[in-house]
């Protein structure tokens, strides 16, 4: 099994000091839209790309950018990257 990411070290968590690493990533991969699409925001908008590649594939971040509200510049920065590696795929 694998070791759940540290998103607190990682300064995902820093506003929210009573979640756990663990409860974030239950969002991420969760069922309820509201708190999955607020994790996954974060998660691509301030995680490194190691980390995030780690907890989701591909398609799951194109259907995470159709979710999710975003930063308008972290959102064109992730739709060039998913075309990108369409391409070099």
């Known amino acids: ?12 968590l820093w506003d929210e000091p009573d ?4 409860t974030f990533l ?8 509201y ?3 607020w994790a996954l925001a974060r998660l ?9 590649c780690q907890l989701l594939s591909l398609n799951e971040i194109e259907l ?3 979710e999710t509200k975003m930063k308008p510049q972290m959102r064109k920065a992730w739709e060039h990257a998913i075309q990108y590696w ?3 795929a």
Do not use: C, W
């Open 19 to 22: 979640l756990k690493d663990e």
């Open 86 to 88: 369409h391409k070099t």
């Open 35 to 37: 708190r999955r699409s």
């Open 44 to 52: 691509l908008e301030r995680a490194p790309l190691n980390v995030v």
């Open 1 to 12: 099994m694998k070791q759940t990411p540290p998103f607190r070290k990682l300064g995902l």
């Open 64 to 66: 995470a950018l159709k």
């Open 26 to 33: 239950e969002f991420i991969r969760g069922s309820d839209r």
